[in-house]
């Protein structure tokens, strides 16, 4: 098990919790991931704009792991879903590869269309499984109650991601919960987006499909919210006290990468996995938890 | 109002990646009933846009701010009875709108971003600062192969837009 690790824009920058507690659950379980200086913005940000040059920016990427012999490992839904559909297309058209490497080869690269993208929490699910993570809990997280958001570039277009995952009834982050001893709690409109793609559009209609989940994790009576993308994160952590302030409700749901949720499982302290960097404070949930 | 109509519109949109699939559409609705962004906000319509397309509305699609709106959830692509694949046909309308200069101003923002830095939200000397006290390795400030690359399409040039915000 050994990946490039592509942090992509956002997780360097704002969620650099989330990133540290990847690495540290990784390490601990035999994940190797290579740091790479040369990797960019994957494309997905551009492809509203010219579906050309995100393709390119995706092809760039790839090169540059397929250059180390190496398949990526994202820890962002929205780098998962533009790598891995990039990669795709290359991998089968002949053509659109040639055309690719016409402009590549202007930047001194070329890529042969050989690599394989995976967003993190699919390697813990396919790679380690939900019975060795299980094996590996020293301190279960009985009595937690975790709603999990799967954001939507995690397992759509499902023609993408091989289906590995349903796009109606997603589950492989509720056996990752169940794995650690919590209890993974079901809400109503479980597959909504966060919104996130469009909050710089429309900042209203964004912050107000955020709220409308958190409603519905807060009624189903969920202690936490676990998910997978640094962008969801920052419409539920960074944005949470925005939309409580904007509408006047409270939700005080404390939002956790789930590499943060299994580093405390695999006995880890909150410290070392960044608890006390998230936005809503983690406190109250850890003492829950005896920490 | 009913405005100068394209009937080649859909031709031109059913040519680009993405746009294959235009023509099929039945007008079932069932993208719209699972719209989140819909759920909120009405003017959101993507069955709309799509039969505006294919009517040949090309000005009034194009230069409109909804095409902006699809949050690209792939909910509607997921369901589609006729394979549309609506997220990528507002991608193909998007691309479109571009070249028309009709980009939305956070996406012109983004173009600019990322050109400059390679990198949507670029790192700074602070963040580095803080990645060293966390032990996470530095990053690059910049990348100048997507510089290049911006250049190699030409979208280096793309500047502001007419029209929307």
């Not at chain 1, 592509?6 to 919790?17: E, K, N, Q, S, Y």
């Not at chain 1, 991931?33 to 494309?43: I, K, Q, R, T």
């Not at chain 2, 109509?5 to 079932?28: A, H």
């Not at chain 2, 095409?67 to 694949?85: H, K």
Request: hydrophobic residues 35%; charged residues 25%.
């Amino acid at each position: 098990m050994k990946y490039a690790f592509f942090l992509g824009c956002l997780t360097p920058v704002m969620a650099r919790h989330f990133e540290l507690s990847a690495r540290k659950v990784a390490k601990k379980l035999g994940v190797k991931l290579v740091d790479v200086e040369d990797f960019a913005c994957c494309g997905f940000p551009i492809m509203s704009v010219d579906r050309e040059t995100a393709l390119l920016m995706a092809a760039r990427n790839l090169s540059v792991a397929e250059d180390l012999g190496l398949d990526v490992c994202t820890v962002c839904n929205g780098c998962a879903s533009t790598l891995t559909e990039a990669s795709k297309e290359l991998m089968h058209d002949q053509q659109l590869r040639d055309r690719v490497n016409e402009k590549l080869k202007k930047i001194g690269r070329t890529y042969k269309g050989n690599v394989r993208v995976k967003h993190f929490a699919r390697v813990l699910y396919e790679d380690v499984g939900p019975e060795k993570i299980k094996s590996q809990v020293k301190n279960s997280l009985e009595g937690l109650k975790v709603a999990s958001h799967y954001g939507c570039h995690y397992l759509k277009p499902s023609s993408v991601f091989d289906k590995f995952e349903d796009p109606e009834f997603p589950r492989t982050l509720d056996i990752l919960i169940s794995a650690l001893g919590a209890e993974a709690v079901e809400y109503e409109d479980k597959i909504h987006c966060c919104g996130g793609v469009i909050l710089d559009v429309d900042d209203k209609i964004a912050l107000a499909m955020a709220q409308e989940k958190l409603e519905h994790i807060k009624a189903a009576g969920a202690n936490a919210i676990n998910l997978i993308c640094p962008l969801c994160g920052s419409m539920y952590d960074r944005n949470q006290r925005v939309i409580e302030r904007r509408s006047g409700a409270t939700y005080n749901l404390p939002v956790l990468y789930y590499t943060q949720v299994l580093g405390l499982a695999l006995g880890l302290s909150p410290e070392e996995l960044g608890l006390n960097m998230n936005r809503v404070k983690t406190s109250d949930l850890l003492s829950k938890l005896g920490f | 109002m009913i405005t100068k109509l394209d009937p080649k519109f859909k031709d031109e949109v059913s040519k680009l990646p993405g746009g294959q699939n235009i023509k099929r559409c039945f007008q079932c609705g069932t993208c719209n009933v699972g719209c989140p962004v819909r759920e909120i906000e009405e003017k959101y319509n993507p069955r709309k846009i799509i039969r505006m397309t294919v009517l040949g509305m090309r000005e009034r699609v194009l230069s409109s701010n909804f095409i902006w709106l699809c949050s690209a959830c792939y909910t509607c692509q997921e369901r589609c009875p006729q394979d549309v694949r609506i997220p990528e046909v507002m991608n193909t309308l998007k691309n479109l709108a571009v070249k028309e200069g009709y980009i939305h101003s956070s996406f012109a923002k983004r173009v600019e971003l990322v050109g400059t830095h390679g990198k949507l939200f670029p790192i700074s000397q602070f963040d580095n600062t803080k990645r060293e006290e966390l032990g996470l390795p530095q990053i690059p400030l910049e990348n100048k192969e997507v510089k290049e690359l911006f250049k190699l399409t030409g979208l280096n040039k793309l500047s502001s837009a007419k029209g929307e915000e």
